[in-house]
């Protein structure tokens, strides 16, 4: 496939080849002039690594999850999306050289005996267009075989149906990321509905996808406990908890200089209002004793329903695990294998 620039504005569309960066570069700022980040669609090779550990948080317990980067940018606007301080980045940047990500998972996984977790989401929607690109497929039938993969696609979408029919499906999960309606209707511009995300993450899982469920960012307003606790009932209503493998729990959080490029980009928002105090991690969290609050109301609260979801928190230092959780780990490499234990005796 040669690189191709695609920009679409109302019943316009135009196809531009370009032959290297330098070129590129330029038709960017050229287009920038006349168009919106994402009406431009950029299909181009990507030379770094594709398969990464996550990057994680200096002084926090992550969860060693690995990376796998197929896309950079989004079709959706979170004004909370941490791609917004990208600066440079304009357009959606499409990889078109993804055949080595299947040799590089396997030969990964085969070196390893640890239970490993892999997805697509970190830089992009796994699967906003996937229907088009066939990239999660190709991913799903390719890894079926592998024992210690669980092999995640996180989205906002509701978009799974090309994905139903697939015959092995292996350890692949299926994964939203849920808000209230208040925060997806304000901040979440271009995503499903709730009511859409959860209607396709029951066809997921009818049809025999492992799901995974992610509250992150948690954003604080005025009786924002009792609307998040109304989508953890809903949740339970609608899905089979049997078959639900994690969920992972993190506040909103922004890195400096985060605040004043949302503020410019948008200048409605009413997201940063609300106070936020440094970590040792650098990022802007809400006050710890308020994280542990709203970190126990929501694990109780799952815990009401199921204990089967691995419940995990993104980011987050031993101090809150301790203090939500009744316990703590001493490393990223202790929680990956705790997780990996249990995700070992549960769903395999
Ligand atoms: S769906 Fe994810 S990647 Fe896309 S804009 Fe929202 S936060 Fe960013």
């Known amino acids: 496939m040669e ?31 006349d168009y919106a980040s994402k009406e431009i669609l950029i299909l181009n090779r990507f030379e770094g690594r594709k398969f990464q550990k996550c990057p994680g948080s200096p002084e926090m317990i992550c969860c060693n999850y690995y990376l796998l980067n197929t896309c950079f940018n989004c079709l959706y606007n979170c004004t909370y999306c941490f791609l917004n301080s990208y600066l440079n980045s304009f357009g959606i940047t499409q990889f078109i050289n993804l055949e080595e990500l299947l040799p590089a998972i396997e030969s990964f996984a085969s070196e390893n005996d640890k239970i490993i977790r892999v997805g697509t989401g970190e830089y992009t929607d796994s699967l906003m267009y996937d229907e088009i690109t066939g990239i999660a497929k190709n991913l799903i039938e390719g890894t079926a075989h592998i024992e210690n993969l669980f092999l995640e696609f996180k989205t906002k979408s509701s978009l799974v149906d090309h994905l139903l029919n697939i015959p092995k499906k292996g350890n692949a999960v299926l994964a939203w990321t849920l808000n209230t309606d208040r925060n997806i209707e304000l901040y979440e511009e271009g995503a499903s509905s709730l009511r859409e995300r959860l209607a396709a993450a029951k066809r997921a ?38 078959g639900i493998v994690w969920i992972s729990l993190g506040c909103f959080r922004y890195s400096p200089g985060f605040k004043d490029i949302i503020k410019h980009e948008f200048p409605k928002e009413r997201l940063t209002k609300d106070e936020l105090f440094p970590s040792i991690d650098g990022k802007y969290k809400y006050l710890k004793e308020e994280r542990i609050k709203i970190f126990t109301f929501f694990k109780e609260r799952i815990e009401s329903f199921s204990k089967t979801p691995y419940i995990y928190l993104c980011m987050e230092d031993s101090q809150i695990w301790k203090e939500v959780f009744g316990y703590d780990f001493n490393s990223p490499e202790d929680l990956e294998a705790h997780m990996g234990t249990y995700l070992k005796e549960v769903f395999l």
Do not use: C, M, T
């Not at 370009?18 to 590129?24: G, I, T, V």
């Not at 604080?220 to 089979?240: H, T």
């Open 205 to 242: 899982q009818d049809s025999g996808f492992l799901i995974a469920l992610h509250f992150d960012p948690i954003i604080r307003y005025d009786n924002f406990l009792e609307e998040y606790g109304a989508v953890i009932d809903s949740i339970f209503e609608i899905l089979s908890p049997d």
């Open 3 to 33: 690189n191709v620039i695609s920009h679409s504005h109302l019943s316009s569309q135009s196809i531009i080849p370009f032959k290297n960066q330098e070129e590129l570069g330029g038709l960017l700022k050229e287009l920038a002039r």
